[in-house]
């Protein structure tokens, strides 16, 4: 069982990356996906979650209206289109995968059974 972020990279303040989340050795199909971001001596923080049935996805304030998550399990794949993006948006990106997660609970890292390694993204001014 294994989730592997990829997508990161250095862009320019304003410009846009899609970070994408892979499965494999498991259907992501029966797991919600969480994006969570930690930043240089700053705690993990969740980005955006989204359903397994792609049917429920929520924002962190910060990235409403810029970030948008959606799933492809055919492809076994959660993406997330970062655009407008900004310095501060920098950080590791992480996803994670989570079975029976309740409503109140998305957004929280503890709640995830599985995590991926992490992609870079540097925003610069």
């Known amino acids: 069982v294994q989730l592997q972020a990829s997508g990161g990279g250095l862009v320019q303040a304003g410009g846009s990356l899609r970070l994408s989340c892979t499965g494999s050795g498991f259907s992501l199909d029966d797991y919600a996906i ?17 359903s397994n049935s792609g049917g429920f996805t929520h924002y962190q304030d910060s ?47 503890s709640a995830y059974d599985f995590w991926g390694h992490g992609t870079l993204v540097t925003v610069s001014s």
């Open 34 to 50: 969480g994006w969570f971001r930690q930043a240089p001596e700053k705690e993990r923080e969740a980005v955006s979650c989204i």
């Open 63 to 109: 990235v409403k209206g810029r970030f948008t998550i959606s799933r492809d399990n055919a492809k076994n794949t959660v993406y997330l289109q970062m655009n407008s993006l900004k310095p501060e948006d920098t950080a590791v990106y992480y996803c994670a995968a989570g079975n029976r997660i309740i409503a109140s609970q998305r957004m929280t890292p």
